[in-house]
């Protein structure tokens, strides 16, 4: 189902995808933010955050062991975020266009 889903994006979408699991290491998170924009039920819908926390979860326990390095995981905390937020407003833009 997985396939046939991603054979059914379009160009945009598809791109929105590659970036989010590119970034998060993880096409769940991905699927999850792509289908935010549409779907109620999906738990990421409300609060991209918790996407953010979720794809977080292995570099932060490092963090916690090891300590942070400014400069690097620090900047990853933003880039994540950003990443994450740019693919679901590309998503929402999407979504409204196809209303209209």
């Given at each position: 189902?997985?396939?046939?889903?991603?054979?059914?994006?379009?160009?945009?979408?598809?791109?929105?995808?590659?970036?989010?699991?590119?970034?998060?290491?993880?096409?769940?998170?991905?699927?999850?933010?792509?289908?935010?924009?549409?779907?109620?039920?999906?738990p990421?819908?409300?609060?991209?955050?918790?996407?953010?926390?979720?794809?977080?979860?292995?570099?932060?326990?490092?963090?916690?062991?090891?300590?942070l390095?400014?400069?690097?995981h620090?900047?990853?905390?933003?880039?994540n975020?950003?990443?994450?937020?740019?693919?679901?407003?590309?998503?929402?833009?999407?979504?409204?266009?196809?209303?209209?």
């Amino acid at each position: 189902k997985a396939h046939e889903w991603v054979n059914s994006l379009d160009a945009w979408n598809l791109c929105a995808l590659h970036s989010v699991a590119s970034e998060t290491k993880s096409f769940f998170l991905g699927m999850a933010v792509v289908l935010s924009t549409n779907d109620t039920e999906n738990p990421f819908s409300m609060d991209l955050d918790k996407a953010i926390v979720a794809s977080r979860i292995e570099e932060e326990f490092q963090i916690e062991m090891w300590g942070l390095v400014e400069g690097g995981h620090d900047y990853d905390r933003l880039n994540n975020s950003i990443q994450i937020h740019a693919a679901q407003v590309l998503t929402s833009s999407i979504a409204v266009g196809n209303i209209q």
